[in-house]
């Protein structure tokens, strides 16, 4: 998937989980978003990208993991769990790089590829709670 493809995936579902999800859409899709803008300015571990373990990636992943755990400790949604099961996927991903046997363009498919699904949770995530809504009335954002 290129990059422009992504990034209208990624602002379309973020555009939808602010207009029809709740607080812990939105507070989803503000992690998201700092995510994506920390990755672009995250440093460089070598000359080219994905030689080599990349080290300014894995502490951004890693703060985003961080911050959807926060999100699923709290919140009365599934979606955050789905979100950090890929977050910690993508992490765990960083860290193979650690085993010499690993290929670098492999290492750059896996995270294009855990990538990828994190809009689309989130957007189902929002659809999800305006089908609640609908449903019943109302929907619990917060667990008590």
């Known amino acids: 998937m290129t990059v422009p493809i992504y990034l209208s995936i990624v602002l379309v579902c973020c555009v939808y989980a602010i207009v ?9 899709v503000g992690a998201l978003v700092m995510a994506i803008v920390a ?3 995250a440093p ?4 080219v990208r994905f030689q080599v373990l990349e080290y300014g990636l894995l502490a951004v992943d890693s703060v985003f993991l961080v911050a959807m755990i926060f999100i699923v400790i709290r919140a009365q949604r599934y979606w955050p769990m789905w979100m950090a099961a890929v977050l ?4 765990l991903t960083h860290l193979l790089m650690l085993t010499p046997t ?3 363009w492999s290492y750059s498919v896996m995270m294009a590829a ?6 689309i949770i989130l957007a189902i995530g929002a659809w999800r709670h305006r089908a609640r809504l ?9 667990n008590r």
């Open 114 to 119: 855990w990538s990828s699904p994190i809009p």
């Open 44 to 47: 460089k571990s070598g000359a």
């Open 88 to 91: 910690l996927d993508t992490v």
């Open 102 to 104: 690993l290929m670098p």
């Open 20 to 28: 029809r999800g709740g607080t812990p859409e939105r507070l989803g």
């Open 134 to 142: 609908q449903t019943y009335g109302s929907d619990a954002a917060w």
């Open 39 to 41: 990755s672009h300015f």
